[in-house]
């Protein structure tokens, strides 16, 4: 099962930007990881196709699982 981190940021254009972590470290701490999105939009490095970054607006963690089959 695969767990990625998903960061959003509302951008100047009022739009939803995303940023994903692979394999993020649990139970999430909150306060870091705002805190975290916080110095990421200080540090004014992301432009999206929206804008930049001006706000933390949510993270979540997303479980994938995926199952192959074999087609014969």
Do not use: C, W
């Not at 100047?12 to 649990?26: H, I, M, Q, V, Y």
């Amino acid at each position: 099962m695969a767990k990625t981190l998903e960061l959003q940021f509302g951008t100047e254009f009022g739009k939803t930007a995303r940023l994903s972590l692979d394999n993020p470290k649990e139970p999430i701490d909150e306060e870091v990881v705002k805190l975290a999105m916080e110095q990421i939009i200080a540090a004014d490095v992301f432009t999206t196709a929206s804008g930049k970054f001006v706000a933390a607006k949510g993270v979540r963690v997303i479980e994938r699982n995926v199952t192959d089959y074999e087609l014969v």
